[in-house]
C-alpha cells in the first residue's frame, strides 16, 4: 500500500512553545490530507482536512488558530500546535489519499506523540 | 460523528477465526464500508472496504448484509498480531469519522 509518513515521532516541550508536525505521502500525490487527534484509551478524533492550495477545512470545535495547517504542495501537510498547552497532550495521526486509483482509501502515518510540559 | 456501532471487545483463540461484527443501519447509498485496524500507539492500518459485494484480500474477508445495514470482518486464521483495534467506518467521501471499535485480543 501507499506509505505516509510523520515527523517527528515524538516531541516534548514546554508550555507556551509551538510545535510544528509534518505528514508526507510518500509515493504519490495527495490534494487532501486530514489530521486526527487521539487521546489515551480512546478513538481518533477528525480534527481537519487539509488541502493543497486552499485553506483547511476544521470540525465543529476545533480551534483553526490554535491549530494551524498548511498544505503547501501535494505530498506534504504540517500541522503547528501553537501555544501548547498540557491539554495538548496527545496523539497526533495523518492520513493522506486515495492515491490514483483507489477509491476514497485513505492511508495514516504512524503518529506523532506531543507531550507539553 | 461515527455512524458505526461495533462491541467494545472481543476474544479469539490463536487459529481460529475472528468474526467481527458492525451495524451501521443508516448508511447511505453511495457510502462504503471500510475496516481498519489500529496496534497500540501505531496508525490505523487499512484492511478492507467494499460496497454491496462480499470481499476478500490477502488479509481479511468482508461480508455486507444484503440491506447493507450490517457488515462482518473475519480474519480467517487469527494470530497473536492480530491483537488490535478493530475500526468499522462508513464513508462516501474521503472524511472519515471513527467510532469506538472493537478491542480483540487473541489468545495463544
Known amino acids: 500500500g501507499a506509505v505516509v509518513s510523520q515527523h517527528p515521532s515524538r516531541v516534548i516541550c514546554k508550555s507556551g512553545t509551538s510545535v510544528k508536525i509534518e505528514c508526507r505521502s510518500l509515493d504519490f500525490q495527495a490534494t487532501t490530507m486530514f489530521w486526527y487527534r487521539q487521546f489515551p484509551k480512546q478513538s481518533l478524533m477528525l480534527m481537519a482536512t487539509?488541502?493543497?492550495?486552499?485553506?483547511?477545512?476544521?470540525e465543529q470545535g476545533v480551534e483553526k488558530d490554535k491549530f494551524l495547517i498548511n498544505h503547501a504542495s501535494l505530498t506534504l501537510s504540517t500541522l503547528t500546535v501553537t501555544s501548547a498547552h498540557p491539554e495538548d497532550s496527545s496523539f497526533y495521526i495523518c492520513s493522506a489519499g486515495p492515491p490514483s486509483g483507489t477509491y476514497n482509501e485513505q492511508f495514516f502515518g504512524p503518529g506523532t506523540r506531543l507531550t507539553v510540559l | 460523528d461515527a455512524k458505526t456501532t461495533q462491541p467494545t471487545s472481543m476474544d479469539c483463540a490463536e487459529g481460529r477465526a475472528a468474526n467481527l461484527p458492525c451495524n451501521h443501519s443508516t448508511i447511505s447509498g453511495n457510502e462504503y464500508v471500510y475496516w481498519y485496524r489500529q496496534i497500540h500507539s501505531q496508525g490505523p492500518q487499512y484492511i478492507i472496504h467494499?460496497?454491496?459485494n462480499n470481499e476478500t484480500n490477502e488479509m481479511a474477508s468482508l461480508i455486507i448484509t444484503e440491506d447493507r445495514k450490517s457488515s462482518t470482518l473475519i480474519l480467517p486464521h487469527a494470530t497473536l498480531r492480530d491483537t488490535a483495534v478493530y475500526y468499522c467506518i462508513v464513508s462516501g467521501g474521503n472524511q472519515f469519522y471513527f467510532g469506538t471499535g472493537t478491542s480483540l485480543t487473541v489468545i495463544p
Open positions: 487539509s488541502n493543497e492550495g486552499s485553506k483547511a477545512t476544521y
Open positions: 467494499g460496497l454491496k
